[in-house]
C-alpha cells in the first residue's frame, strides 16, 4: 500500500477493517489517537498491506444512506 499523494483520486479506500498485533497500541501515548499514526509507521517499514475487496461496499452513515443501501442490496441479491 502507498498514500495517494498529490493525486486527487485514489483506487481503493480504507473501509474500516484492520488486523494488528495489540502490542502497536501500547507503544500510542493518548485514548484517542488516528490510525493514521500507526499505518504511516507500518508503511515506513514496509509491514503496510491490503486485500481489495470483490463484493457489495455500503456505508449506512445517514437515513437516506439505509435506504440507498437496502435498495443496493435487493440488486445485488437478484444478480
Same mark, same amino acid.
Given at each position: /500500500?502507498?498514500?495517494?499523494?498529490?493525486? #486527487?483520486a485514489?483506487?481503493y479506500v480504507y473501509? $474500516?477493517?484492520?488486523i494488528?498485533?495489540a502490542?502497536l497500541?501500547?507503544a500510542v501515548?493518548e485514548?484517542?489517537f488516528? /490510525?493514521?499514526?500507526?499505518?504511516?509507521? #507500518?508503511?515506513a517499514?514496509g509491514?503496510?498491506? $491490503?486485500?481489495?475487496?470483490?463484493?457489495?461496499?455500503l456505508?449506512?452513515?445517514?437515513p437516506?444512506?439505509?435506504?440507498?443501501?437496502?435498495s443496493?442490496i435487493q440488486?445485488y441479491r437478484?444478480s
Amino acid at each position: /500500500l502507498r498514500r495517494r499523494g498529490a493525486a #486527487a483520486a485514489a483506487p481503493y479506500v480504507y473501509a $474500516g477493517a484492520i488486523i494488528a498485533k495489540a502490542e502497536l497500541f501500547r507503544a500510542v501515548p493518548e485514548e484517542k489517537f488516528s /490510525l493514521n499514526l500507526l499505518f504511516d509507521q #507500518a508503511l515506513a517499514q514496509g509491514r503496510l498491506f $491490503g486485500m481489495a475487496m470483490d463484493g457489495l461496499w455500503l456505508h449506512v452513515g445517514t437515513p437516506q444512506a439505509i435506504a440507498e443501501a437496502e435498495s443496493a442490496i435487493q440488486v445485488y441479491r437478484s444478480s
